[in-house]
């Protein structure tokens, strides 16, 4: 059976381009320009979907994506609006939220029990007996949700851009045509963005009688160069500083625009009667959609329910389409006869005059309906049984009101007022900058509408900062176009309010009942307005409910709030293209030529070991830290921060940000630095080198070192200092040489001497290195004889090759970060925030040292005299297994256990180490820090470890190796 | 180049002299090289340079391969006369042309580049990285040199290459980011 109608002047279709594509696993031929729904419907299937809880049989509702009846889904992608969704060739869908297919659907029997599922009664269910839980939660994860995840799609990248205009255009319908040509026809830069196909909105399908509109508009519009129009695109979000999403279906749009105005029309409102929601019972704006843009039959024989002259040009558009319209059935009382009711009379369809439809009679398939039950109106509004009348049919067409499509004004900021005349919300009160034009400002005649767009593209250019003349504005319709009160109660119930919900009127009558009775709160308790489509149908009349039951008018009662996003926006489109930064130090290159294992550290990319053939992680980390206990060794620091500090000031500056004191540093010495915020705890460590006497060059941890920099420039403020801060730490690479034969190592290509007398321990030197100036500070971080060499980055690589020459006959290696972790614990070093966090102080960390009290200030100065005078909660301390230790090794943080308490936990640990057994660092309890004390420390849930408290360094405690 | 194309250049790291204090301005006037009047502005100099005025006291000037310009200043420096910092400065060049050009920008900055002035300097980030831009007029087309520290040189070359090789653009040639500035020729 084919519902496809003969070319229709303006149809989107393209009748030369059929189209093939399967749905439920038939096959079915369309033309190009059909959306699936359209397509289907003109196939001659009526059930396209099931309801999200009774799996009622759906079929098209709005056309225009305001509805989720139609949701389908293929092999890549879940939860498509066939509304709105293009067929294409090769396509196979199926329609999500069944149980074996839309025909053979095994949760229709939902239907049935429907009587056991009231409006919240999975807060009162599912909670007993406690040993059902899991049957029950399974029960759940099958009925719930829509579609399916498709784990082994990959979805096509979605662009994102940035985008910038004077003023975004939200409709490209009459309204928003006109706003956009008035504005660029002044200069400004305008977005005209459309979430249909094509451009013309109402003009398209309803408005036909003026041809010369549309085409007018989108000549002239065409015509600007500074007018864009984007199809296909919704604005999704409207965000602060005038910050749009705009989506399509290739990429986000981030749009920042100086003015927004929003011309998005209005859109149609359901009828509340039993069987509302079955196949054939569709808005009279669908059924025109369906017979204009698509060229497809709505049904056989119609009743057209209506509360305004839309419901009847909808009449004549089904009768010129050979739709026998069977009567019109006004829910107003009998009134005076417009010209098109007048215009539907003489085509000798009946008017039914303050009338509803009680019930659509279902068909005896059961996918459909057969007929309506239409009743006269009581003088409360309400049906009067009595005068039931039944009319044969198979479509109601329902054309009893209107909502502004108001999403982004009320993002925006806009207040809405109900129109108690136009019986509509309407916007009161404007945001700077956000203008509202056409019918969702209230205006509905075609002539108003374009007018009301122009002055409102004038007034948005006028905001703009042009000096120009803008007219008066159009006044709001006076004729009501939406009924009061357009829902009717039935006891077989079936009468839904939220489509998407499967909620019926019973159910928000008993919300209600229970004390939900606001509408925030019944939204919650009953889920209307919370799906797909988002209360675009059922918020209108769940309000009308809600004021009805509280005695109250509909500005009282209020509306719930909108938020992004309009429509449904695809994670992929979300996602979009992802930036993930890395940063390779100037020596990557040859790390991964030698057979380094990479690893991720921060933005940065460090070699963590160099791989041997045949040799295990452990085994290579070991191999590395011995030959530096050994010979030689060499590591790539460069993502060290390193930051210049120079100035009058400088040395002040250090002296108040570090505990430690740096006013009378000699030139040419280095320090141990260390830094705490203004709460005592310890935030940052490096070292402090002083290269002249107002020029300091200081490094800090690679983590925390930017964050650090930026504190360090938010005190230079504060503290009014004139100081010179310069972060410089891509500028300048780093290279570490460290073991009993760095010294010679050096010596083969510095041009000064090094010698232990000339280049002392904790001293730092400029010098020429391989011929790159350098500087060079001696250091002890691993624990042994050892050289930081500081070059600018863009020569650090020939440095590295340089002492990779120098250091041949010595045996030299590179070695990873491993390798230096491992090194630096056996030396009883410490690393700021991974021996520490954020809540450790130096007296707890054995850090006391670097604190200097008496200074006049420094940052933490204060807070840390508090902590000196508490007992500690803590302290850092070395641990070390028995020497052969076989058992399991408890991981980092792994905690220690006293008589059934938590007393501390581990930080560091390393099972193979150049000192003989396992040794870490751990926080304990105080009364357990003393040396030679036991501690239990868990390796998980079931076992056990035991170490003892051991003195610091584990490696050199006299300190020769280094100095 | 075709005036609809895209095309990115990599030039490597070519030579800069970063100088901040309050001498900077007239060290360089001694030297006969005048300063921009504004902040966040540039003016080309003699040998196919340039110098931008980054802040109230600091400057950047930056050579192309052929000239000595800047390996002359830098040796006038020593010994570093009073009120002058070096700032060491060790960053990628890039330059982004063609008429298409901004659509780049638009996939990986938030700023307008319709509304960028030639010669003015602009700082933000692309694609997730802090970056200098200058847009530069050449035939009438404005071309955009970048600056990006070199150890994020690797990972935005690839990023902006990729999305001009999406666009339809040409990529000059990628040198090793380590090996030394490239001809602006």
Same mark, same amino acid.
């Given at each position: 059976m084919s519902r496809r109608l003969p070319p229709q002047p303006?149809?989107?279709? *393209? #009748?030369?381009k059929a189209v093939e594509f399967r749905f439920e696993g038939r096959e079915y031929t369309g033309f190009q320009g059909d959306v699936l729904s359209s397509a289907l419907w003109a196939n001659?299937?009526?059930?396209l979907g099931r309801s999200f809880k009774y799996h009622r049989p759906r079929g098209i509702y709005?056309?225009?994506?305001?509805?989720?009846n139609v949701v389908v889904e293929d092999r890549l992608r879940s939860n498509l609006r066939g509304d709105v969704l293009p067929i294409r060739g090769g396509m196979d869908l199926r329609a999500v939220n069944t149980g074996g297919g839309l025909?053979?659907?095994?949760?229709?029997i939902m239907e049935w029990l429907s009587p056991f599922l009231p409006v919240g009664f999975y807060y009162k269910a599912f909670?007993?007996? #406690? #040993?059902f839980f899991r049957f029950y939660e399974g029960l759940m994860r099958r009925a719930a949700g829509l579609g399916r995840i498709h784990v082994g799609a990959r979805a096509d990248m979605s662009r994102k851009d940035y985008a910038f205009c004077d003023l975004l255009v939200v409709g490209a319908g009459p309204s928003g045509l006109s706003a956009a040509i008035a504005a660029a026809e002044m200069g400004a830069t305008v977005l005209l963005v459309d979430d249909? &196909?094509?451009?013309g909105g109402s003009l398209c399908? *309803?408005?036909?009688?003026?041809?010369e509109s549309r085409s007018d508009l989108l000549e002239k519009a065409c015509a600007l160069p500074n007018l864009e129009i984007r199809s296909n695109?919704?604005?999704a979000g409207w965000y602060a500083d005038q910050w749009v999403a705009l989506v399509d279906d290739r990429r986000l749009t981030k749009l920042r625009t100086r003015a927004t105005l929003v011309a998005s029309g209005c859109i149609e409102q359901p009828a509340v009667f039993?069987?509302?929601?079955?196949?054939?019972? $569709?808005?009279a704006s669908a059924a025109q959609r369906l017979m204009k843009?698509?060229?497809?039959?709505?049904?056989?024989r119609a009743v057209v329910l209506t509360a305004n002259d839309d419901g009847y040009l909808a009449a004549l558009d089904l009768a010129d389409a050979g739709? +026998?319209?069977a009567a019109v059935v006004d829910l107003?009382?009998? *009134?005076s006869c417009t010209p098109v009711a007048a215009e539907v009379a003489a085509h000798g369809i009946e008017i039914l005059k303050?009338?509803?439809?009680?019930e659509a009679v279902v068909s005896r398939s059961k996918n459909g309906i057969a007929a309506a039950v239409v009743c006269c109106l009581d003088q409360n509004g309400q049906? #009067?049984?009595?005068s039931a009348r039944r009319i044969l049919c198979d479509g109601i067409a329902v054309s009893v009101g209107w909502a502004p499509n108001a999403s982004i004004l009320a993002q925006a900021g806009t207040r809405f007022r109900y129109d108690s005349q136009l019986q509509q919300l309407a916007p009161h009160d404007l945001p700077r900058g956000v203008f509202a034009a056409g019918r969702v400002n209230g205006i509905f005649a075609l002539e108003e509408r374009i007018a009301d767009g122009r002055q409102a593209g004038l007034a948005a250019v006028a905001f703009l900062g042009h000096q120009i003349e803008v007219p008066a504005s159009v006044p709001r319709s006076?004729?009501?176009?939406?009924?009061a009160y357009p829902i009717f109660d039935h006891?077989?119930?079936? @009468?839904? +309010?939220?489509l998407d919900e499967d909620l019926q009127l019973v159910d928000l009558l008993n919300a209600h009942q229970e004390g939900y009775d606001s509408i925030e709160l019944i939204k919650r308790y009953?889920?209307?307005? $919370?799906?797909?489509?988002?209360? =675009?149908?059922?918020n209108m009349n769940a309000v009308r409910v809600v004021a009805r039951l509280n005695g109250q008018s509909l500005d009282q009662t209020g509306m719930t709030t909108a938020r992004p996003f309009y429509q449904p926006v695809s994670i992929a489109n979300l996602a979009g293209r992802r930036f993930h930064p890395y940063r390779l130090t100037p020596m990557d290159g040859w790390h991964r030529q030698a057979g380094a294992v990479m690893v991720p550290v921060g933005t940065w990319f460090r070699p963590e070991y160099y791989a041997t053939k045949e040799k295990s992680r452990a085994d290579c980390v070991l191999e590395e830290a011995r030959e530096v206990r050994r010979g030689v060794g060499l590591i790539d620091i460069s993502t060290l921060c390193k930051f210049e500090v120079a100035g009058p000031d400088a040395a002040r500056f250090l002296e108040q940000i570090?505990?430690?004191? /740096?006013?009378? *540093? @000699?030139?040419g010495r280095m320090r141990y630095a260390l830094a705490c915020d203004e709460m005592g705890y310890v935030t940052e460590e490096g070292v402090v080198a002083r290269l002249a006497e107002d020029r300091f060059y200081v490094t800090a941890s690679t983590a925390g070192g930017e964050a650090f920099y930026r504190e360090m420039q938010r005190w230079a403020i504060v503290f009014h200092m004139n100081v010179v801060l310069s972060n410089v730490t891509a500028h300048m690479a780093a290279i570490n040489v460290a073991g009993p034969r760095a010294r010679g190592v050096l010596a083969e290509i510095a041009e000064v001497d090094i010698g232990a007398t000339e280049f002392p321990f904790a001293h730092v030197r400029d010098m020429v290195v391989a011929g790159v100036a350098a500087i060079v500070m001696r250091v002890g971080f691993v624990g042994e004889l050892s050289y930081e060499i500081h070059v600018p980055a863009d020569k650090a690589a020939g440095v590295w090759d340089a002492l990779i020459l120098a250091g041949r006959n010595s045996g030299i290696r590179p070695f990873g970060t491993e390798a230096q972790r491992l090194l630096r614990l056996e030396k009883g070093h410490l690393i700021a925030g991974h021996d520490t966090d954020?809540?450790?102080?130096p007296f707890e960390a054995q850090?006391?040292?670097?604190?200097? $009290? @008496? =200074?006049s200030f420094f940052i933490g100065q204060r807070s840390l005299r508090i902590h000196a005078g508490r007992p500690l909660e803590r302290r850092l301390v070395g641990i070390a297994f028995a020497y052969g230790y076989l058992g399991e090794l408890p991981e980092e943080c792994r905690l220690i256990v006293n008589r059934g308490q938590i007393a501390g936990r581990v930080t560091s640990i390393a099972g193979r180490t150049t000192v003989g057994g396992p040794i870490g660092l751990a926080f304990v309890r105080p009364d357990l820090a003393e040396p030679g004390t036991s501690l239990c420390i868990r390796v998980d849930a079931r076992e056990m470890s035991e170490a003892q408290v051991v003195r610091l &360094? /584990?490696?050199d405690p006299d300190n020769t190796r280094q100095t | 180049m075709s005036r609809t194309t895209i095309q990115i250049n990599h030039f490597g790291v070519l030579p800069r002299l970063g100088l901040k204090g309050p001498g900077v301005a007239r060290w360089l006037g001694v030297q006969s090289i005048t300063t921009p009047s504004d902040i966040l502005s540039a003016v080309p100099i003699a040998g196919d340079a340039w110098i931008a005025r980054?802040?109230?006291?600091e400057y950047l000037i930056e050579g192309n391969t052929d000239s000595d310009l800047v390996s002359d200043l830098r040796g006038r420096l020593s010994p570093l006369p009073s009120g002058i910092l070096l700032i060491p400065r060790c960053d990628v060049t890039f330059l982004l042309a063609g008429s298409n050009a901004r659509s780049v920008f638009a996939q990986?900055?938030?700023?307008?580049?319709?509304l960028a002035q030639p010669q003015r300097l602009v700082f933000s980030r692309v694609a997730g990285v802090s970056c200098g831009i200058l847009p530069e007029v050449t035939n009438g087309l404005i071309n955009y040199r970048m600056w990006v520290e070199l150890s994020y040189a690797a990972y935005l070359w690839e990023t902006l290459a990729g999305i001009v090789t999406e666009l339809g653009g040409m990529i000059h040639p990628q040198t090793d980011t380590c090996s030394g500035p490239h001809s602006l020729s």
């Open positions: 303006g149809e989107w279709i *393209q #009748r030369d001659g299937i009526n059930v709005s056309l225009a994506g305001h509805d989720a025909a053979g659907d095994r949760y229709r909670h007993t007996p #406690r #040993r249909q &196909p094509r451009p399908w *309803q408005h036909l009688d003026a041809p695109t919704q604005a039993h069987n509302n929601d079955l196949p054939g019972v $569709m808005l843009l698509y060229s497809v039959k709505p049904c056989d739709v +026998v319209v107003r009382p009998a *009134q303050g009338q509803a439809v009680y049906p #009067r049984l009595s006076r004729t009501a176009h939406s009924h006891p077989h119930k079936k @009468n839904f +309010v939220d009953s889920t209307v307005g $919370m799906g797909p489509s988002q209360g =675009k149908l059922s570090y505990t430690g004191r /740096f006013a009378r *540093q @000699n030139i954020p809540l450790t102080t850090l006391d040292w670097a604190v200097d $009290m @008496n =200074k &360094p /584990f490696y | 980054l802040a109230a006291v990986t900055c938030g700023i307008d580049f319709r």
